[in-house]
C-alpha cells in the first residue's frame, strides 16, 4: 500500500493515530508504480470528483489519489464515477496529471440515499412490498475522515432481478436499533443499515439472473448525529474511532436472515470500518 498522496493532500487536516493505521491499511490507496516508474497506469478505478479553490476540479482516485485531466472538468461535483486513466507526478504537484483519462460507464455510479431513523421509514407504503435482499454484500471506496470522499461510502451488492429492474440502496441511522444480538452496543460503536428497493420493475416475464451492482451514498448525517467519547489526544486535538458495522438483510437459501459486515475487533482478519473524530 501506498500512503504517499496523504503527506501530499494541500494543508488539509490530517492526524494519525494507531487505531487508526488499521481503517487506512483497508481503506485506501494501492499503487501501480514500479521502481523507476513515474506514472500509473489503472484500469477500472472508482473516482469521486472534488474541487478546490487552488488547483480546481479533480478527480480523487481509489488507487491513486488525486488525479487532474482535462475530462475531469466535464464531469459532476460531488459524483462517482469508474475510470480508466494513465497518470503521472511532476513537480511535486498535489494531483497526478493524466495524459489519457476515459470513463468506464458514461453516467456516474447510482446514489445510496441516506436516512435518520429505522429502515424503510421513507418508503411509502405501497413500495413496501418491492424490497429486495440481496445475497451479499460489499464495502468499496471509504475513508475514516471527512476529507476525502466526503463521508460518501460506496456499496457494492449482489442480487437476483429481471432485466429492466431498478434498485435502489438506502443507509440508515436507526438511534433506537443499536444493539447486536440483543446487547447494547459499546462507546464508539455504530450500526449502519443497508435496505434495498424496487423503483421499476421491468415487467419482463423472464427468470431473474444474479448482478452485482453498485452505489455511493453519504453517510455525513450519521457523523453530525452521533455522540463519540474522545479517548485519544493527537497534536492539541481531542480525537475519537468509531467503529461500524453494517447490518443487512440476507437473501439465504431457505428465509431471509440478519447478517453483517464488518467487525468491532481490530485484530481479526475480518474488514474493518470506521470514521475518525476530531472535536471542533
Same mark, same amino acid.
Given at each position: 500500500?501506498?500512503f504517499?498522496?496523504?503527506?501530499r ?8 493515530i494507531?487505531?487508526a493505521?488499521? @481503517?487506512?491499511?483497508?481503506s485506501m490507496?494501492?499503487?501501480? @508504480?514500479?521502481?523507476? %516508474?513515474?506514472?500509473?497506469?489503472v ?5 469521486? +470528483?472534488?474541487?478546490d %479553490? ?9 488507487r491513486?489519489g488525486?488525479?487532474?485531466? %482535462?475530462?475531469?472538468?466535464t *464531469? ?7 475510470v480508466s ?7 511535486g504537484?498535489y ?5 489519457r ?10 446514489i445510496?440515499?441516506? &436516512?435518520?431513523?429505522e ?11 418491492d424490497?429486495?435482499?440481496p ?13 476525502v470522499f ?6 457494492s ?9 431498478e +434498485?435502489?440502496?438506502y443507509?440508515?441511522y436507526?438511534r %433506537?436499533?443499536q444493539f447486536?444480538?440483543?446487547?447494547? *452496543?459499546?462507546e464508539?460503536?455504530? +450500526?449502519?443499515?443497508?435496505r434495498?428497493v424496487?423503483? @421499476?420493475?421491468?415487467g419482463?416475464?423472464k427468470d431473474?439472473?444474479?448482478?452485482t451492482?453498485?452505489?455511493f451514498g ?7 448525529? &452521533?455522540r463519540?467519547?474522545?479517548k485519544?489526544e ?9 467503529l ?13 436472515t ?8 481490530t485484530?481479526?482478519?475480518e474488514?474493518?470500518?470506521?470514521m475518525i473524530?476530531?472535536e471542533?
Amino acid at each position: 500500500m501506498n500512503f504517499n498522496f496523504y503527506y501530499r493532500r494541500k494543508k488539509m487536516k490530517t492526524i494519525f493515530i494507531k487505531v487508526a493505521s488499521v @481503517l487506512f491499511a483497508i481503506s485506501m490507496l494501492t499503487s501501480c @508504480l514500479g521502481d523507476g %516508474d513515474n506514472y500509473m497506469e489503472v484500469s477500472g478505478d472508482f473516482a469521486y +470528483i472534488r474541487e478546490d %479553490d487552488q488547483i480546481g476540479k479533480y478527480a480523487m482516485t481509489l488507487r491513486s489519489g488525486p488525479v487532474k485531466a %482535462d475530462k475531469v472538468s466535464t *464531469l459532476t461535483v460531488g459524483r462517482a464515477y469508474y475510470v480508466s486513466y494513465k497518470a503521472s507526478y511532476s513537480g511535486g504537484g498535489y494531483a497526478a496529471i493524466a495524459e489519457r483519462f476515459d470513463l468506464v460507464e458514461n453516467e456516474p455510479v447510482p446514489i445510496a440515499k441516506s &436516512y435518520l431513523g429505522e429502515p424503510y421509514s421513507n418508503v411509502p407504503e405501497f413500495q413496501i412490498n418491492d424490497t429486495i435482499n440481496p445475497k451479499s454484500i460489499a464495502i468499496g471506496a471509504w475513508d475514516p475522515y471527512k476529507d476525502v470522499f466526503d463521508d460518501n461510502w460506496q456499496i457494492s451488492y449482489n442480487v437476483s432481478k429481471k432485466e429492466g429492474d431498478e +434498485i435502489e440502496a438506502y443507509y440508515y441511522y436507526d438511534r %433506537d436499533n443499536q444493539f447486536e444480538n440483543g446487547q447494547a *452496543l459499546k462507546e464508539n460503536q455504530a +450500526i449502519i443499515d443497508v435496505r434495498f428497493v424496487k423503483t @421499476l420493475k421491468s415487467g419482463v416475464s423472464k427468470d431473474p439472473k444474479n448482478e452485482t451492482l453498485s452505489a455511493f451514498g453519504s453517510l455525513k448525517q450519521f457523523r453530525e448525529m &452521533y455522540r463519540p467519547t474522545y479517548k485519544e489526544e493527537v497534536e492539541g486535538k481531542k480525537v475519537a474511532n468509531v467503529l461500524i458495522k453494517f447490518r443487512y438483510i440476507k437473501d439465504a437459501d431457505k428465509e431471509p436472515t440478519v447478517s453483517y459486515l464488518g467487525t468491532f475487533y481490530t485484530s481479526g482478519s475480518e474488514p474493518v470500518y470506521g470514521m475518525i473524530f476530531v472535536e471542533e
